[in-house]
């Protein structure tokens, strides 16, 4: 199922329910309906910022030097879409609403 995006700041950003859900529960949001205000966009962006730094760093090792599976693995074309790849849009999107002081919304 997609998700679409809305803000008056941006064009619509469509995802994934899959893919937007990590997103939607780090900022404690439901992944049916919502809304991010102007007034938490700051720390909204603030919060997916931090995770997709997070991300970037390097995945632990085990004990052979072999890097462990992430659950992102596309085993079928063997590449990884990661987090920072995902958020991405939404991330600008929120930036934008943030510089117009406006809302994003999904679900309506």
Not at 44 to 70: F, M, N, W, Y
Request: proline fraction near 6%; aromatic fraction near 6%.
């Amino acid at each position: 199922m997609l998700i679409t995006f809305k803000s008056n700041a941006a064009a619509d950003v469509l995802m994934y329910k899959l893919h937007a859900k990590p997103l939607l529960d780090l900022l404690g949001k439901p992944v049916d309906q919502g809304i991010i205000t102007a007034e938490e966009m700051p720390s909204a962006i603030e919060c997916l910022e931090q995770e997709v730094a997070l991300s970037k760093r390097p995945p632990p090792t085990t004990a052979h030097g072999d890097k462990t599976v992430s659950d992102d693995e596309d085993l079928e074309s063997g590449k990884k879409v990661s987090f920072a790849a995902r958020a991405f849009p939404l991330l600008e999107m929120m930036r934008a609403a943030r510089r117009d002081n406006t809302f994003v919304m999904w679900g309506v």
